[in-house]
């Protein structure tokens, strides 16, 4: 649906985005992943034909941003993140002069206007001065103005920017809602997003890509379930140390001493892709030590990312 080819984006000798090539799908709910600076808004404001790219191109359904882009803003919705908001409007007049601007007829404003208030619960503050809302209010009007025209395709920039934690989770309900129906892209570095709204995430460093893949497959190309987790009582940290590491599969081991208790907490780094669960059990059994936890560890979307990001790309 959508396609990103050797996107390329210079701020006179800043390059903001270097090549980058991805796609779309439609029905996709994708997240642009990166810290800030990295090129994310730059390509929000590219792909919805709100600036020009320096080289390359992106093609919304078959159309060019560079010479389409009235189609192509006829089936988007865009929520910077910086919500177009006017404060002195109530929320229903705004939304109404959203219809207006979208040459939405008066019978279906009406029925955009209903639906919208339920599906981003705003029915109780329709009739409040925008300027009067908290931040999590605002962004869920923002959303509606952005989905006024029933767009094909939403654009979210850092949707749950500033927001507390309670309202971050409404707005994730209300996005995944909007996912069922609607090809969603959004820009967060706020990586329990990513992981909790969108089925593929591109991760961007420095202008260029350096992931791209559902969740699950970035998770397991990291090494997925590289440590075990254990808590033991009635040993001494440096036995249980010359113990575990003859296990067959363990590439190191940290211990820290459990406050206020006489148990040791161990963290066992895996070989990738070996399960040694057994034999570090029965390690602990042949030592009779008292096991109080033990599960395996997986690396979180947090711990990827950090390792992407952590150094300059050359």
Not at 112 to 129: D, F, G, K
Not at 155 to 174: A, F, K, Y
Request: overall charge neutral.
């Amino acid at each position: 649906m959508i396609e990103v080819k050797d996107l390329t984006k210079y701020y006179g000798n800043l390059c903001a985005l270097d090549r980058i090539n991805f796609q779309i799908h439609k029905g996709e709910v994708l997240g642009l992943l990166g810290p800030n600076g990295a090129g994310k808004t730059t390509c929000m404001r590219i792909l919805t034909c709100y600036l020009n790219p320096t080289s390359g191109n992106i093609t919304v359904k078959g159309m060019n941003v560079t010479d389409r882009s009235r189609s192509i803003k006829q089936i988007m919705g865009y929520l910077p993140e910086n919500a177009p908001l006017y404060p002195e409007m109530l929320v229903f007049d705004y939304l109404d002069y959203v219809a207006d601007a979208r040459g939405l007829s008066r019978e279906t404003k009406l029925k955009r206007v209903e639906y919208l208030s339920r599906i981003c619960a705003i029915r109780e503050v329709m009739h409040q001065p925008i300027g009067e809302l908290s931040k999590g209010y605002k962004q869920r009007v923002g959303l509606a103005q952005a989905m006024m025209g029933d767009p094909e395709i939403l654009v979210l920039d850092e949707p749950t920017s500033g927001l507390d934690p309670n309202q971050i989770v409404e707005i994730r309900e209300i996005i995944r809602e909007i996912g069922r129906e609607k090809t969603v892209i959004l820009s967060t570095h706020i990586l329990s997003e990513a992981e909790a709204t969108c089925d593929r995430a591109v991760i961007i460093h420095q202008g260029r890509i350096v992931a791209d893949g559902n969740i699950t497959e970035l998770k397991e190309s990291a090494g997925r379930d590289t440590r075990i987790i254990l808590t033991l009582a009635n040993t001494e940290p440096g036995k249980a140390r010359s113990v575990l590491e003859k296990v067959p599969g363990v590439m190191g081991i940290e211990t820290e001493p459990c406050p206020g208790d006489p148990a040791i907490h161990f963290s066992l780094a895996v070989q990738p892709g070996k399960d040694i669960r057994v034999p570090v059990y029965r390690a602990i059994k042949s030592q009779d030590w008292d096991l109080l936890e033990f599960h395996r560890q997986s690396k979180s979307l947090e711990h990827i990312f950090r390792e992407l990001t952590k150094e300059n790309v050359q």
